[in-house]
């Protein structure tokens, strides 16, 4: 499904980080009314708590730069902390509302108008104030909170798993998200790679952190200050890996969490689901990113663990030419856009659903349940790139794109394959409100792609790509039709039926090996899948059209083969302005009405 990216596994570093467990016991405020008072909704109490009294953070000679993971986390007792996030349309404005669960009845709130810009999380919510040995301030900044950054619990009676979603959507185009810090759990206040690099000289410091004024009326957050002793070590790739006194050795004490039952490594499609070696300062002799203390979650992986701890959510996959502009201005902004795990390029490993035994028998039948509905989001991620050693001196327009589920039904498609034939029978499946299948119909067929960076089994026509002229005609056609299907990206979580915890986050093992005899692919609902076309044959060939505007349209269900609730909403376009002259070509992408991103 996904182009290639062969520089990217050897260029792409990622940064340490400390996995910290926060072993904070916080007692639950509770609350007594006064005699005949009407008893009052249940709100959580919020409190900021610090992990540890010191951490040690690290600068590298080679990219100096320290990110201030200081292992402090927001707490929720009397009940969960839960805001819901979304916009009507792109012409709107992000919204916000605090949702209160008391029972079967549920209240909401609207937080103020202009809080919330965007879906990565609360803007501004930690205050951080940085001082020298000497007592002198050389920092002072204010960082995001994802709520959905959840560290785990910090009682043993709290649930033993979160509702939430594991990560706060990045994908430019998301239209709703749930964030919520469930009962007796913390969320790491760090803002991930939402936030920057500081440059710190190699010394001792004191951190003092606190929930900024607006928050803390907004939520009745109590006035505390954390104090963090911050060690910064300058660290050089070249340099052996320093093992603590007591501790164990090199090779096991930096390779995350791989014993533990439910982790695993990412690393290309090595053994479809087998640990393959984790990826990061590896390949320089310095320490990739531990695994967090938690089992495996959504598109989990030891670079990004999706929302426990410091581990921040995949970012959003694009194209090769903005990773190879990144590399080349420096080496942790690649990190940010890289083909990593929880991204689209097929290394991902993680359960694929597991298909019928055996295909369908009996009169194929599609029945009056409920189904899903395709939809396509704007691309975005849009840049100009050259044909690369495969096709010299010719120019190509490249993007990203995502068709996604809004519900009420997932999408299941299984595909079967009668020995010795090439291709696999596909069908959709239809279930009834209790999950029970009730239904199928045939649905075209599904394809082996044995080529670098794919090997997986695409299911043909779920989409397709067209470059339109001004006059929104057909002009040039994307040769790339044929996907394998994963819950890449959380675009509405707010939809009826949306499943905050899909699992086929994957796109190797979710989609078959070259000897499958059966695949599942899925796309739940609240969830959709992005694709980067990048590659000559996927992304657009502009090399002799003419400057001018022009529009990129995602196409859902192109051929109408899968059922769905909708087929009037399955196209998206895109407005781009083309521009310069061969082999130097420019492209301008205006804000798609209030969202503003290429």
């Known amino acids: 499904m996904m182009t290639r990216s062969p520089q990217s596994s050897t260029n792409r570093l990622t940064r ?16 007594a009314a006064a005699p005949g008072a009407k008893t009052a909704e249940p709100t959580p109490k919020l ?17 100096p730069g320290v990110y201030l993971d200081l292992g402090t986390y927001l707490t929720s007792e009397n009940g969960a902390f839960e805001l819901k996030v979304t916009r009507k349309s792109y012409k709107d404005p992000v919204v916000a509302s605090q949702v209160f669960r008391n029972g079967k009845k549920t209240t909401t709130k609207a937080l103020p108008a202009g809080l919330v810009k965007d879906f990565s999380g609360l803007p501004d919510f930690a205050q951080i104030k940085l001082t020298d040995a000497a007592g002198r301030t050389v920092l002072t900044q204010t960082e995001a ?24 959507p990045v994908n430019p185009f998301t239209l709703g998200s749930v964030w919520g810090v469930e009962n007796g759990w913390a969320s790491n206040t760090y803002a991930g790679y939402y936030s920057k690099p500081v440059q710190l000289a190699a010394g001792t410091y004191t951190a003092k952190i606190s929930v900024t004024k607006k928050y803390r009326d907004l939520f009745g957050i109590a006035n505390q200050t954390r104090t963090v002793k911050v060690t910064v070590r300058e660290r050089s790739w070249e340099e052996p890996t320093p093992v603590p006194a007591g501790s164990r050795s090199a090779a096991s004490a930096h390779g995350g969490h791989e014993g533990h039952e439910g982790h695993g490594a990412s690393g290309g499609h090595e053994g479809h689901g087998k640990a393959a070696a984790p990826s990061g300062h590896a390949a320089h002799g310095a320490p990739a990113r531990a695994e967090a203390p938690a089992a495996r979650t959504t598109g989990a992986a030891p670079t990004f663990n999706v929302g426990h701890g410091p581990y921040p959510p995949a970012p959003a996959a694009l194209p090769w030419a903005l990773k190879r502009e990144s590399l080349q201005r420096e080496s942790f902004s690649a990190a940010k856009v890289g083909d990593r795990a929880g991204q689209t390029d097929g290394s991902r490993q993680a359960p694929g659903a ?31 790139s050259d044909g690369y050693e495969e096709v010299p001196g010719k120019d190509y327009l490249a993007f990203s794109a995502n068709v996604w589920n809004a519900g009420p039904a997932k999408l299941v498609v299984d595909g079967f394959r009668s020995p010795g034939k090439e291709l696999m029978d596909a069908y959709q499946y239809f279930y009834d409100a209790n999950g029970k299948q009730v239904g199928y119909t045939p649905t075209g067929t599904m394809e082996w792609d044995p080529r670098p960076g794919h090997e ?46 899909p699992d086929n986050t994957d796109l190797s093992t979710a989609c078959g090996q070259e000897n499958s005899i059966s695949v599942r692919e899925v796309l739940d609902v609240g969830s959709g899948d992005t694709y980067t076309q990048d590659l000559p044959g996927q992304s657009f060939d502009i090399t002799n059209l003419p400057n001018g505007t022009y529009y990129i349209q995602v196409l859902a269900n192109p051929e109408n083969r899968l059922k769905e609730t909708n087929h009037k909403n399955n196209s998206a376009l895109r407005k781009v302005v083309l521009g310069g002259k061969k082999g130097a070509r420019t492209v301008k992408v205006p804000a798609h009405d209030l969202v503003n991103a290429n």
């Open 145 to 168: 909170f994802c709520p959905n950054n959840a560290s785990g619990r910090v009682r043993p009676d709290a649930p033993a798993n979160s509702k939430y979603p594991q990560s706060c």
């Open 354 to 384: 597991k298909p019928n035994a055996k295909r369908p028998t009996g009169k194929a039948v599609v029945p009056d349940v409920p189904k899903p509905d395709l939809r396509s989001l704007p691309a975005y991620g849009i840049t100009v």
């Open 456 to 501: 997986h089994w695409h299911f043909t026509d779920f989409a397709s790509y067209r470059l339109l002229k001004a006059d929104q005609k057909e002009s040039v056609r994307s040769g790339k039709e044929a996907f394998c299907l994963a819950n890449t990206d959380a675009v509405d979580y707010t939809v009826k039926n949306a499943n905050w915890h």
């Open 47 to 63: 409190s900021l708590i610090a992990a540890s009294t010191s951490v040690t953070l690290d600068s590298w000679k080679e990219d």
């Open 16 to 31: 340490p980080s400390i996995a910290i467990a926060a072993a904070v016991a916080v007692t639950a405020g509770v609350v």
